[in-house]
């Protein structure tokens, strides 16, 4: 009669019901932009939960960005303007 070498260890064990009580989410739209969700989780392309904004997406951060960065380069160029300005009026 085959008898097995060495005890199964309690993680293995545990192991083949790990996934016993995983359950099938109920998949929902957006009511905002239709987009497929979850109930009860912020929409993550619109940022919209219950018809409240409450994250940035991706696109507004990258547009953010992009209009700081413009700031920044019209400020490092526009400081070497006005010091050219106020030696001249001088």
């Known amino acids: 009669m085959p008898v097995p070498k060495r005890k199964r260890s309690k993680a293995r064990r545990d192991k083949r019901f790990a996934n016993k009580g995983m359950k099938i989410h109920a998949i929902t739209g957006c009511p905002n932009c239709q987009s497929p969700l979850v109930p009860h989780v912020a929409c993550h392309s619109c940022g919209m939960y219950k018809g409240i904004k409450v994250l ?10 992009f209009a700081t960065r413009q700031l920044k380069r019209k ?15 001088e």
Do not use: G, L, Y
Request: hydrophobic share 20%; aromatic share 0%; glycine share 0%.
């Open 75 to 89: 400020k490092s160029a526009h400081p070497e303007k006005m010091s050219e300005s106020t030696n001249t009026q």
């Open 56 to 65: 940035t997406t991706k696109n507004e951060r990258v547009m953010i960005r």
